[in-house]
């Protein structure tokens, strides 16, 4: 019998330890309850499970994405294309002699590892490539070449670079940390590591990475993978994890993959690009995996186009010469290295004395520290505010979208023109305030914002990374933070509670369950408004930080008090 004629800790090391479970043996259900009943004698096992195996899952998106509609690139005419800024991306290989990443002067990366993971940023492109499922390219027409494509893709060296790079990435100026996990056979299997962390995760950010784009996924429930990632970004601030959000949505709810689960990272929904008459750049493509999760948070997170992008054609590993191929793909995969892409443009625009210090109001603290690189939750607030709400999900016969958050788009598409001044503050039709800062239990942070005009939108969001919890939990959040806004009247809104032409909506109630909460109220009242970040019991840390932006027409006074309050306030 197979289970008898191998010691427990053989079935550990060679089977549990692997993302690829039992591909040649079938195992009688009986050998099966045998191997479960064994695990669960060993007093440090808490839960088991079953998971799927993890699988893999752009000129129109530019456009999408820094203008709101197709019709040009703003951001990239100002020059904001990435530069200096390293993106980490684990998939399926790249393929180096690709035009979008090939480096004539130096060749290609020097491959590396986990134990020993090097990296040099004289490359042109690829800075950092570690083998961890043992190959050092990509499979014909691969997965991740055409994401990286899409994130940082980049033609050079060719007599028409300029009609090649009408498919560059959405961040043609950064470079990229790469961790392949494909096999490259014809199953396009992956192996994934037990720690994401320490192993993706660490490696990307030894090379400089801050920003991480994850094209794959497997099961439906908050598992090991998810947790660690949870673990990771509350522990590692600085950094932002972005996966695909899955292409189940054929099959409706409950249907976003691991570890897009995780409440930290950003979950991705796919739109669509425009590329027929057809293509409604307002409507989830079909396939898009919908949520809730299980303990009833929204996920996805946001949105961003991937039903038909052009990207890098990779050719087989081991090809000679050079290529300048592109292809197309569908999936929540492309639109994931859209978010990440853009991620890198946000970044920077912080950084870059050419963007925000130039624009920005220097009363602001955040402006007048200079430029900085925007921690993991900052970003991940900053993406969640651009997002511009979609109207309409294609699956399942067509569902109308009214109020964001839901659980087809999250937020919204990402939409850096409501998002990134482009002229001096005393100039620009919105005023953006940022703030990191945190709470103790029981506490209120206030804003006070001045409206001069009703003509912007009012909107306020804030992010948090929550201490991770257990895989078995009811319900995952640990720390809850409450966003409260109070108009001139003394009229509250509250965090991701429906607005109905500028009210609160009927049984309006304080969110519980999410680490991320928006208030947008479109034509508010000239005048004082108040917003407040309130925090209830934190069992975990005495303290908890929390990240907020802040656009209107108008003006945002600094942080005014933190107060003690009292728990009848929260109900």
Known sequence: DFCLSRGLGDVYKRQLNS????KKRQISGTCFAYLISLLSENIEVTRIGLNRPMQTMNSLAREITQLGSLGSEPYSELGLDGSNVVIG??????????????????????????????????????????????????????????????????????QNNE??????????????????VGINDAKQDLIIPDDLGSAIFDTAKSAGAHIHSNSWGGGYLYDAFTLGTDKYLYENPDFLVVFAAGNS????????????????????????TGHTSSSNIDHIASFSSNGPTLDGRNKPDITAPGNYLISALARSEGSSGTSCGTTSKQGTSMATPVVAGTAGLISQYFQDTNFWVKYCDPSYIMCSRGPFTPSGTLMKALLLHSAKPITRFE???????????????????????????????????????????????????????????????????ISWFDPPNQVFAARYLLHDLDLVLEDPTGQVFLGNAPVSGNRPALGASRDEINNNEQITIDSPAVGDWVVRVQSKRLSEAPW??????????????????????SPALLA
């Open 19 to 22: 993302n690829i479970a039992y």
């Open 544 to 565: 908890q930080n929390y990240s907020m932006v802040i656009s209107a027409s108008g003006r945002v006074a600094p942080l005014q008090t933190r107060v003690n309050i």
């Open 163 to 180: 009609a090649h790079n009408v498919y560059k990435g959405m961040a043609s100026g950064a470079k990229i940390a790469f961790f392949d």
């Open 249 to 272: 949505g054929y099959h409706g709810t409950y249907t976003v993959c691991s570890p897009a689960l995780a409440k930290n990272s950003l979950a991705v929904a796919a739109s669509n």
């Open 395 to 461: 699956g399942n016969g067509g569902i109308s979208l009214s109020s964001v958050p839901d659980t087809y788009q999250g937020y919204g598409r990402v939409d850096l023109s409501s998002l990134l001044p482009t002229v001096t503050y005393n100039k620009a039709k919105y005023t953006l305030y940022m703030d990191n800062d945190g709470l103790q239990e029981l506490q209120e942070n206030s804003y006070n914002v001045h409206i001069s005009s009703s003509t912007q939108a009012l909107k306020v969001t």
């Open 89 to 158: 991306i684990s998939d399926t290989g790249i393929d180096e002699t690709s035009c979008y990443f090939r480096d004539k002067n130096h060749g290609n990366v020097p491959r590396s590892s986990v134990k020993h993971p090097t990296s040099d940023s004289k490359y042109r492109k690829v800075i950092q490539y570690i083998t961890y499922s043992g190959s050092s390219g990509d499979y014909s027409a691969g997965h991740g070449s055409h994401v990286a494509g899409t994130v940082a893709g980049l033609c050079d060296y060719e």
